[in-house]
């Protein structure tokens, strides 16, 4: 955590002075921590190579993990990158709102933002303030998630204080966010073969049903993970806790002890949904949570990263969580959880 003594970050909420100060600092090469529908971004100006090379900086993230470009609408898309039938039908369908194409760039866009690669991911976000700050500014804005690489993800802007306070000197604060969980990535670079890069809020079936075709999934990586990654979020370790993470299938239970485990540790118990008044008694140490009152996919996605960062706050040896319930949104929390459990 951050040493709230070294931190110099100031929180904006969205007053017009605000806002033109802050189109401002993008103009002029900062960096910004912007809120969306998904989670919170860190923002630069796309078109500024030295602006962008500050976001990797700042995140500690390897240049082979391509940048999203969050853009006002599908004119500004065309600016940056080549917009197939197929992508403006996506655009026209989804805009704004959770989900990032991938399309062939326009030479004009830096290779840091795209990793050097022939391609560019965009998103238009549906968050109104952001909406402001990008017609305000006039920028399309590089904004990877506002927190230290591989670490969980932020979905409220003191998540963002507490992991970039002394390296950032701006953050745009627009609450909690709506969906919790990254957007979904789709490939359109071949637009007759479109791939799911990233599960997310728009779900591959209902892409396959827009796009009249079958989205495919992508290879698996080669277990060399230097070489340039397709997409954003695809490394295999990502959005992870420091605190050991376990999954186990939804609807079981974990057997309560994992390698390395010492009993009468104090640890914590994840269900997808809370328990009814039947659920067995656990260990003492063994303190229980839940990702959804309801049982809804939605309500556990806009929780699972906040209760990751409070969980790992806990001082807890181990963490159980159980997976979603596959399909839908579920797969995209499934993703998440996944790579965040990966071993070091």
């Known amino acids: 955590m951050t040493d709230k003594g070294l931190q110099r970050i100031r929180r904006f909420s969205g007053s017009r002075e605000q806002m033109q100060e802050l189109a401002d600092a993008l103009r002029a090469g900062n960096l910004v921590a912007i809120p969306t529908e ?25 240049l082979i993990d391509p940048l999203i470009v969050h853009v006002s609408g599908p004119e ?60 305000l500014s006039g920028l399309c804005l590089a904004a990877p998630s506002a927190n230290r690489f591989g670490y969980v993800s932020p979905t409220k802007a003191e998540h963002v204080e507490a992991g970039l306070g002394d390296s950032i000197d701006y953050v745009l ?27 997310g ?42 605190t050991p993470l376990e999954l186990f299938p939804s609807g079981g239970m974990p057997p309560l002890s994992m390698p390395g485990h010492v009993v009468g540790e104090r640890c914590a118990l994840v269900l997808f ?36 960062r409070r969980l790992d706050e806990g001082d807890y040896a181990h963490i159980w969580m159980e997976q979603a319930p596959a399909g839908g949104l579920g797969d995209a929390i499934n993703d998440r959880l996944g790579r965040a459990s990966a071993k070091r």
């Not at 992508?87 to 933002?113: F, N, Q, S």
């Not at 008694?281 to 906040?306: C, H, I, M, T, Y």
């Open 76 to 135: 500004q898309a065309e600016s940056l990158a080549e917009v197939s039938p197929q992508a403006r039908l996506l655009m026209e369908r989804y805009w704004p709102g959770p989900l990032t194409i991938v399309m062939r760039k326009r030479p004009h866009v830096p290779d840091i933002v795209s990793a050097g690669l022939p391609t560019v991911a965009l998103r238009c976000p549906k968050h109104p303030l952001t909406r402001e700050l990008l017609n």
């Open 273 to 308: 949904a809370r328990p009814d008044a039947h659920f067995a008694a656990l260990p003492q140490a063994v303190d229980l949570f839940w990702l959804s009152e309801s049982g809804q996919s939605a309500e556990a996605a806009r929780n699972v990263f906040s209760l990751l």
């Open 173 to 199: 604060d627009g609450g909690p966010c709506d969906i919790g969980i990254e957007s979904t990535i789709i490939g359109l670079a071949d637009a007759e073969h479109p791939v799911l890069f990233r599960p």
């Open 201 to 242: 809020a728009v779900s591959r079936e209902e892409l396959s049903l827009a796009l009249e075709r079958e989205v495919l999934l992508p290879e698996p990586r080669h277990a060399d993970e230097s070489a340039p990654v397709d997409a954003p979020g695809m490394l295999s370790r990502h959005y992870s806790p420091q």
């Open 38 to 62: 998904t989670v919170y971004g860190l923002a630069a100006n796309a078109l500024d190579a030295a602006a962008c090379r500050r976001i990797f900086e700042v995140k500690g993230r390897p």
